[in-house]
């Protein structure tokens, strides 16, 4: 590889996924633009920077770690509600959510991992969680770069 392609190799960014799933994986970002692209408009009220409105397109978060294969034991709806997804960013900031809510059985919500925002692509940057319809920003994370499914820690 020479210096030039050492470089741009280091500008794009890659996600990986991992836990509980039967296929451990990581993603470039053009094999997440190989995914179906959906579109959701946020708006929230940053403590901080007062109210903030942004457009993102991207595949969605159950599409993505649908291609891992998560493993939740028996085919029951309910044993589902014990998983839980954890999100780390490179500057780590950190967010978990629960699958429920992202399950089309439960919350069915359209959680992104947004490849643009306002137009413009976030290639160098990595994927954007995208949680429409919170009131704070702080789960509109960016730089998303590690992705882990896994079981409630409860006995
Ligand atoms: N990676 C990362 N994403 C983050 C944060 C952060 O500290 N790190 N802060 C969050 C907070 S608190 C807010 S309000 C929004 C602000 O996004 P904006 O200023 O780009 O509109 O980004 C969120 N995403
Ligand atoms: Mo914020």
Known sequence: MTATEA??????????VRGEV????????ADL???????????????RSG??????TGPLLL??????????GSGQRKDRLRYVISLRATDEHRVVLAWAEIDPEFGNCAILLGLTRDGVRLDDRGPHLVVPGDV???????????????????D
């Open 7 to 16: 470089t741009a190799a280091s500008r794009t960014a890659t996600i990986r």
């Open 22 to 29: 039967r296929r451990p994986a990581e993603f470039a970002m």
């Open 33 to 47: 633009w190989a995914l179906p692209q959906h579109e959701r408009e946020v708006a929230f009220t940053c403590r």
């Open 51 to 56: 109210p903030r409105h942004h457009r993102f």
């Open 63 to 72: 599409d993505v770690l649908r291609r891992a294969e998560p493993v939740f």
């Open 136 to 154: 704070c920003g702080a789960r509109n994370v960016s730089g998303i770069a590690d992705v882990r499914v896994h079981a409630d820690l409860s």
